[in-house]
């Protein structure tokens, strides 16, 4: 948020907006760019696109500054250790609180550490469907899943749509 002029404006999670045809090619690269691009280069991008939509006139962006929610630390957590080994004890250890303090922040922040994990691996999971062309039961391994159908299963609750028909949706190249 360097350059970003900081105001009194609350801080939601998140702003709703008309997707210009800047944005989209600008978000459709940043996801493109992850499939290719090293991990460390993720964040200025990210600052790209918070820049564009502040100079485009989106003021609200600058709401989301701040000190990351527990739920963001842990879901990078997730991401991080690729859903593999991580126990409320290891949760607990790496962002130095008791389960009953991570418990009652997760809980004022509306969510818990299962909610967090399913999102982390739902969304990645939508990642995978939009940047490979990996089978869908490979997709839902990477995403910790035991099965594919457990998996469609859970893509379907939350997205609305399985990942074949979000496949099919997918533009060409």
Known sequence: FDGIPVGGIDKPDFFIGKATPVIKKCLQQFVESI???PKSIWPLRKKE???LLYHIGYK?????MG??????QLHDLFHDQNFHGI?????????AMS???????LKSE?????EVKDRARLGLGLHLLQTTR????????KCGYHSPSRFTKRFKGHFGLTPTELRKTKMTD
């Not at 000190?67 to 963001?72: G, L, N, R």
């Not at 990996?134 to 391994?141: K, N, Q, R, V, Y």
Request: positive net charge; aromatic residues 4%; glycine residues 4%.
């Open 35 to 37: 499939a290719w691009a």
């Open 49 to 51: 696109i918070l820049m």
């Open 60 to 64: 609200e962006v600058i709401s989301m």
């Open 67 to 72: 000190k990351p929610k527990i739920s963001h």
């Open 87 to 95: 126990t409320i004890e290891y949760i607990c250890k790496r962002l």
């Open 99 to 105: 389960e009953s303090t991570l418990r009652r922040k």
């Open 110 to 114: 509306g969510t818990s550490v299962l």
């Open 134 to 141: 990996d089978p869908i039961g490979l997709i839902a391994e």
